[in-house]
């Protein structure tokens, strides 16, 4: 039974028509770390000018007034401490960046959550599972490099210029202008080169996305790949892919080495221009060596934040296309849930489908209309064709949707009326493919019961016949399966299942399946523990095996999204369609 919780779900940050806009606000709880980190950084720009200052002053005194070196220990001495007190502002500001963009990725992955958990099957209906993945895992991720580093660097590239600019003037003014007009040459061509490398990016993103999910199909599918011969044909195709998205690597890299060789021939030149200049004034005599050695140091230093905003521009790319698939996700309209806080009713409820309809993304699946009875404590089976709409009423039944039209009613009591964490505790799922993770036996039968003692556990496993296999593990209870129950049969994980509801105790419980796929042995137990679980409880199976129809009272069919009759067991298993 997968248990939801009733705790409110985090507000997503707002969506923004731009992604860039979306960054921006998801940063906001970690503004001031950020700005802590500028200021950092900006110290440290101050110091390299502190640096500079005294390295002229000390080359003045030994080329230009022939000073004894004891005349320039206390600049040397100066400069020794300026040198790692630069390392260490640069180290804490880098970590406090970088401290924000994990508290942003930490608050984000809990939203994404969340946000994911509230919408439900329902409200994911078209996503594919491999994009999806790759949106909360890599494209959260993404997001780093963006806050940790693009996002101060602006700061700095619009500050620390300006900050040397104020000491260059004064020195020498011609210098200063130098600097001054070429410095927009770095971030025009920045933006100029960026627009191509955006549109790069954002197709790179896409083939990721493919290249996962179609990966993950191939994992999810490789028995049936293997039996039908035809791994290697995939193999082959999985190459293609890959070499696609090697080939689109290759071409953003070609375009992020052309964008940093840009950013530094044209550093190089204005740097190189500044050094002409200085070089003329010095053989004039018309500026001392403190003050041309003093801007020469400096004009790399100008330059270094624009090119340190260039080459980082490929994170603001990368940040804006991961933004580009998270934003969506928190942007999709929650479904409406069930708001009550009427108690449910105790013991087996009669549960009725009053003209429900409920259609996924308007149009496609679902059902339409359809008026259903499942009385108190009995057994009522499902079938139908695939897509007829049996796993749409059970998503109904458990709250994971809601009815567009129509309602279900407990004990006369609309569903939506009711307690929402009051109705999960009451119910039962048992998946045709059930849910185990890595862990102990004990630990995985507990999933929807924590409370339960080791006298609830032997008796449920004994109810679902999984007790002797169970007592023949190495470690009983406390043996560990492995990813999906590996180390039992089908058989057994699905007893284990059983296991599960019986040790939840619920009133309603709901089947999909449970005797598919299973040796007539496993089949047997599996019936045997399922006509034990019906007692004292309402139970409703999704099945077209005989045995485990004929342990149901009644039989619905439904067709096209609607109910086609109720019959009989014998008269279904006998296809003469009779009437119940």
């Known amino acids: 039974m997968t248990d939801t919780s009733s705790a409110p779900v985090e507000a997503p940050p707002e969506a923004s028509p731009k992604p860039e806009g979306w960054l921006r606000e998801v940063t906001r709880p970690v503004r001031r770390e950020l700005a802590v980190s500028v200021l950092l950084s900006t110290v440290a720009g101050l110091l390299v000018v502190l640096q500079a200052r005294l390295l002229a002053a000390a080359c003045q005194r030994l080329v230009i007034d022939h000073a004894a070196l004891s005349a320039i220990l206390p600049l040397a001495g100066g400069i020794a401490l300026l040198v790692p007190a630069r390392g260490l502002l640069a180290f804490f500001a880098e970590r406090t960046s970088v401290s924000a963009a994990a508290k942003v990725k930490v608050r984000l992955r809990g939203v994404l959550y969340r946000r994911l958990h509230a919408l439900g099957p329902a409200g994911l209906a078209g996503e594919e599972t491999g994009p999806l993945v790759e949106a909360v895992t890599a494209g959260v991720e993404g997001l780093e490099p963006y806050i940790s580093r693009y996002f101060p660097h602006q700061l700095l590239a619009a500050l620390l210029p300006l900050l040397v600019l104020l000491f260059v003037l004064p020195s020498e ?65 999985v190459r293609r892919i890959s070499d696609a998205y090697r080939q689109g690597t290759m071409a953003i890299l070609r375009v992020a080495f052309l964008s940093a060789l840009t950013l530094e021939f044209f550093a190089t030149v204005g740097t190189a221009v500044v050094a002409v200049v200085v070089g003329f004034r010095l053989l004039n005599h018309g500026l001392s060596l403190t003050d041309g050695l003093f801007v020469l140091l400096l004009a790399p230093e100008f330059y270094l934040p624009l090119r340190t905003l260039g080459l980082s521009y490929h994170a603001r ?11 969506p996700l928190l942007a999709l309209p929650l479904p409406a849930g069930n708001d009550g806080t009427l108690p449910v009713p105790p013991g087996p409820p009669l549960v009725r ?37 049996k796993s749409t009423l059970v998503r109904l039944l458990t709250g994971l949707a809601r009815p567009e039209a129509g309602r279900i009613t407990v004990n006369g009591t609309d569903l939506s009326l009711l307690d929402r964490e009051g109705w999960h505790a009451r119910l039962a799922w048992v998946p045709q493919q059930p849910f185990f993770f890595t862990g102990t036996i004990r630990a995985n039968l507990l999933l929807g019961s924590s409370g339960a003692d080791d006298e609830a556990i032997r008796t449920a496993l004994a109810a679902a016949a ?21 180390g039992l049969s089908g058989g057994e994980l699905r007893r284990l299942a059983l ?15 449970p005797t598919a796929g299973l040796d007539p042995e496993n089949e047997r137990l599996v019936g045997e523990a399922l006509s034990r679980l019906a007692v004292g409880r309402t139970v409703l199976i999704i099945s077209h095996r005989e045995e485990t129809v004929r342990r149901a009272h009644r039989v619905a069919l439904l067709a096209g999204g609607g109910l086609d009759r109720i019959v009989t067991p014998e008269a279904f298993l006998a296809g003469t369609g009779g009437a119940a």
């Open 499 to 513: 296991a599960r509801a019986f040790l939840r105790d619920a009133s309603l419980v709901v089947l999909d399946e």
């Open 353 to 389: 489908f009053e003209r429900v309809t409920f259609r996924y993304g308007g149009e496609r699946g679902g059902v339409t209309g359809i008026t259903l009875e499942l009385p108190a404590g009995s057994v009522t089976a499902l079938a139908g064709e695939s897509g007829t709409g």
């Open 466 to 486: 999984a007790d002797r296999f169970v007592e023949r593990q190495p470690d009983g209870l406390d043996t560990v399966l492995g990813d999906r129950g590996a």
């Open 173 to 237: 003014w011609r210098s200063g202008l130098v600097l001054l007009f070429s410095a927009p040459f770095i971030p025009f061509l920045m933006i100029l080169i960026g627009r191509g490398t955006e549109r790069l990016n954002s197709q790179q993103w896409g083939r990721l996305s493919r290249m996962a999910g179609h990966l993950l199909d191939l994992v999810q599918g490789l028995p049936d790949l293997k039996r039908f011969g035809a791994v290697r044909r995939e193999a082959a195709a």
């Open 317 to 327: 790319m990368e940040g804006l296309a991961a933004a580009e698939r998270i934003a």
